[in-house]
């Protein structure tokens, strides 16, 4: 039996179920097992996949797929629209493990979401036969595409003993000690050329230590990872890197009673952090990087704004500072992170230097304990962290920023950006789409719901001298271990 060993820097939770995804090692993880209609290619680009083609409505309204019904659940229960239509109402009605349900920033705008929680079902998800689906949208959603990709709007069905299925190459056994076994689904037909996968946490200080011991093939979403030459082809440690996949964000807690519910005070962060540190680099162990950036669209993006414009916006902080470094004194500042420590001690330091206070209480915590913070208790006044999105079309930042947005915190709801991104989901006109989201870009660094940093670029290690890959390029929607194969 061929078996592939690999590398996770952090704990991805458990009810590894479709429905209550809300993090990126759970995303990973369960693309491996569940499928969705269609998955993002490159450079943004759909793609087929539990759908084998589609056809869409000329005002952005009606989605209709055609369902691949050869594929089969690990169980052999061949694939239909009406699972899922199934799949998705079950997974709204679920209390969700964020603050928004996993599937709340596609569902809330199909015909018939108002009434869901009395009806129990979605007049606008229309099963015609078994191999033909229909969503029906009450208003134009242009980006509803990328939106379906992504494990969270997976088909899946239930076994007798409960466990939760899917189409894809494997089948998830879950370990108490933080490990995974992944069997291939005896009714996969597509490509996988390992029997077995095991999966284990792996505090990323360790990745290259485990890597070259040969403890485990493959480290992924390494981007916090440090690997002396894995860009240079000098060892048996290779590097896969792929597309910039995640914002860098300090996230502020800005509710009532805490220190940045003040306009003012997140403002003067944001000036205060970008007069510090433009001149600098992010800490050498996140390998592939960005350099800084306030904006929240990547420079190849719609949306961006002139970046004089956009340091004008930031420099407005610039009166508040010296007000803002005083109310730390008497209300010194709790920041977390996980995974990573270097990054905190990069950003607190210089500030500290500045005479911003922290809280004894900041420091590294287990992710877990993070996504509690940003979905539950809001018990920090910044999140230091990473935000992953969709990196093709603009709307992909209302995941983050939208009042329905997946992973979407209280902690930072503000109603321009938010009131902005509603409207922007309707826009049709391409010409209309840059200049539209600029007003989005304007409205963030204006109201400041995070200090954004950067991007991270998705990053995967890997023994040359082991394992390869099947294609050159890497787009961080794509976490397939199929996509990996012995020498």
């Given at each position: 039996m061929i078996t592939l060993k690999v590398g996770f820097p952090e704990y991805w939770g458990k009810n590894m179920s479709p429905s209550l995804q809300h993090t990126i090692y759970a995303d990973a993880l369960m693309g491996n097992q569940f499928e969705a209609l269609v998955s993002i290619g490159p450079s943004g680009s759909i793609k087929p996949l539990a759908a084998k083609s589609w056809t869409v409505s000329d005002d952005k309204k009606s989605y209709t797929f055609k369902i691949d019904t050869e594929r089969k659940f690990s169980n052999g229960m061949p694939l239909t629209a009406?699972?899922?239509?199934?799949?998705?109402?079950?997974?709204?009605?679920?209390?969700?493990?964020?603050?928004?349900?996993?599937?709340?920033?596609?569902?809330?705008?199909?015909?018939?979401?108002?009434?869901?929680?009395?009806?129990?079902?979605?007049?606008?998800?229309?099963?015609?036969?078994?191999?033909?689906?229909v969503v029906e949208f009450k208003e134009s959603f242009r980006a509803a595409l990328t939106n379906l990709a992504g494990s969270r709007m997976a088909a899946f069905v239930k076994s007798n003993e409960?466990?939760?299925?899917?189409?894809?190459?494997?089948?998830?056994?879950?370990?108490?000690?933080?490990?995974?076994?992944?069997?291939?689904?005896?009714?996969?037909?597509?490509?996988?050329d390992f029997e077995k996968v095991q999966v284990e946490v792996i505090n990323p200080s360790e990745a290259e230590q485990s890597l070259e011991s040969g403890r485990i093939d493959v480290y992924t979403l390494a981007e916090h990872a440090k690997f002396a030459n894995c860009l240079d082809g000098k060892t048996?440690?290779?590097?896969?890197?792929?597309?910039?996949?995640r914002h860098i964000a300090m996230v502020l807690n800005s509710k009532p009673t805490r220190l940045f519910e003040k306009l003012e005070h997140r403002l003067a962060l944001q000036a205060l952090f970008y007069e510090l540190f433009s001149d600098t680099n992010m800490p050498k162990n996140m390998k592939l990087r960005t350099v800084l950036d306030p904006q929240i669209f990547l420079p190849l993006q719609a949306g961006r704004i002139d970046e004089r414009a956009a340091m004008e916006f930031v420099r407005k902080g610039t009166p508040f500072i010296e007000d803002f470094v005083k109310a730390t004194k008497k209300r010194p500042i709790k920041i977390i992170t996980a995974t990573n420590d270097n990054l905190i001690k990069w950003v607190t330091t210089k500030l500290s230097e500045k005479g911003v206070n922290f809280s004894e209480e900041s420091g590294v915590i287990p992710m877990k304990d993070l996504a509690k913070t940003y979905y539950k208790s809001f018990d920090t006044d910044i999140s230091l962290m990473t935000l992953s999105v969709a990196s093709g079309d603009p709307d992909g930042i209302y995941h983050v920023l939208g009042a329905n947005g997946s992973i979407a915190s209280p902690m930072m709801f503000k109603k321009s950006s938010s009131k902005f991104l509603e409207e922007g989901r309707t826009v049709l006109d391409l010409e209309k789409i840059d200049p539209f989201y600029q007003k989005v870009t304007e409205a963030a660094l204006a109201e400041v719901p995070f200090v954004h940093i950067g991007y991270l670029k998705t990053l995967m290690a890997y023994r040359k001298d082991r394992v390869k890959l099947k294609k050159a390029y890497k787009q961080r929607e794509d976490y397939r271990f199929s996509e990996i194969s012995p020498l």
């Open positions: 009406q699972v899922f239509k199934d799949s998705w109402e079950y997974g709204l009605s679920l209390p969700p493990k964020s603050a928004n349900s996993s599937l709340q920033d596609i569902l809330y705008r199909v015909v018939g979401y108002e009434d869901f929680k009395a009806s129990g079902t979605l007049k606008g998800l229309q099963v015609i036969d078994k191999e033909t689906f409960g466990r939760v299925l899917g189409t894809g190459p494997y089948v998830i056994e879950e370990d108490d000690n933080r490990k995974l076994n992944l069997k291939l689904n005896p009714h996969w037909s597509g490509p996988a048996n440690v290779g590097c896969f890197s792929g597309n910039e996949s």
